[in-house]
């Protein structure tokens, strides 16, 4: 409630990608004194039998995670443990930096708890990431994100797939799980991976990588079943073991959003409540479509308890939060668990494994 009644209306009064560059360094600094970091982290961590599951080798906590985003470079991989999350993902990350997309770049839209991201792949680079990971390994399974590197200009789709490939060979030693982003909204040649035929070269040279650890791909909630069929076909004859679903929505006109309402803020993909509906869509659609072979990890929308369980209930074996992590503070993922727990009881659950036989059940 502290956060909610004093702390956001303050900060939101700020330019959002200035908070978050703030609370990027705030919470690099105190990851680096861990009697400090321990302290949040020994009150907002839910420690549950119920809760705990094994997904593709990983053992998680819990199912609720960190997405893309938040820590683009890696710095923040001995510190998020302090708000509870059970695992994070660094990222998106890309072979060359990448000064991203002119600002501004990040706004919100707090009457529809929404983010609107126009970042364009801002990041450090796959080799200063991956040096920084290398030294700053913490406690969290970490997933590393990879995409296209944003040259501003189209690029062929050989030179794009060695693009990729270049940044998984050099990260893949660091990380617990790899993501190849292929439907980042804001970055030019940042979706053309969607296309089914362009797919199957890139995972070709991906499935030269020789490594036992999962690799999933992260999808557009804004692509049509039909389309998301066609990604499936092609997925079964490589080496991918589930996927991220999902990103960023591009397409406006799918949402229910008055156009008076996007006013003070620019072009971008949005997240948040907005995403919530679509992204759950698009896990239920897969979950079925693959009789739940895939590992689907949720992301978009979550607030609640409630929102996660949904995602949980259409196919999701994990959870990642951000949105509702910006809106509701400190204490989001420590809410969720909790009430995650009380939602898998009144159900009649005493495992995850239960749960996640149970909904595969229902297929």
């Not at 990222?91 to 990448?98: E, M, N, Q």
């Not at 995409?147 to 690029?155: E, I, R, S």
């Not at 799980?177 to 296309?195: D, E």
Request: charged letters at 20%; proline letters at 4%; hydrophobic letters at 35%.
């Amino acid at each position: 409630m502290l956060y909610k009644r004093i702390v956001r209306p303050i900060l939101f009064l700020m330019n959002a990608e200035f908070v978050h560059d703030l609370a990027v360094f705030w919470i690099k600094v105190i990851g680096r004194t861990p009697f400090i970091h321990k302290v949040p982290q020994h009150f907002l961590s839910v420690n549950s039998r119920l809760l705990k599951q094994s997904v593709d080798g990983i053992t998680y906590n819990h199912p609720i995670g960190l997405p893309a985003g938040f820590d683009k470079n890696g710095q923040l991989t001995r510190s998020m443990s302090m708000f509870g999350f059970s695992f994070m993902e660094v990222g998106s990350v890309t072979a060359l930096p990448c000064k991203g997309n002119k600002k501004p770049r990040l706004w919100r839209i707090p009457k529809h708890e929404t983010l609107v991201v126009h970042y364009g792949l801002k990041n450090d680079g796959c080799e200063k990431v991956a040096s920084r990971l290398a030294r700053h390994k913490g406690s969290l399974p970490v997933g590393v994100n990879i995409a296209q590197t944003n040259t501003g200009t189209p690029v062929n789709l050989q030179d794009s797939v060695e693009d990729y490939y270049a940044s998984y060979v050099k990260l893949e030693p660091y990380a617990d799980y790899m993501v190849v982003n292929i439907s980042c909204p804001n970055a030019t040649c940042g979706q053309q991976f969607l296309q089914a035929d362009n797919l199957d070269v890139l995972l070709t040279k991906l499935d030269k990588v020789v490594s036992d650890k999962p690799r999933y791909l992260k999808l557009s909630p804004d692509q049509t079943f039909s389309g998301i069929n066609k990604i499936l076909n092609i997925v079964k004859k490589h080496n991918v073991q589930g996927f991220i679903v999902s990103n960023l929505v591009k397409d406006r006109t799918k949402l229910s959003i008055p156009q008076k309402d996007y006013s003070k803020v620019g072009v971008g993909g949005l997240s948040g409540s907005v995403t919530r509906e679509m992204s759950t869509k698009v896990i239920k659609h897969i979950f079925e479509q693959t009789k739940g072979s895939y590992t689907i990890i949720g992301c978009g929308g979550v607030f609640t308890a409630e929102h996660a369980y949904e995602k949980m209930k259409a196919g999701a074996s994990l959870v990642q939060v951000y949105s509702g992590f910006i809106y509701n503070g400190p204490t989001t993922v420590y809410n969720i668990n909790k009430g995650l727990i009380k939602l898998l009881r009144e159900d009649g659950y005493g495992s995850m494994q239960e749960f996640r036989e149970s909904v595969l059940n229902k297929i």
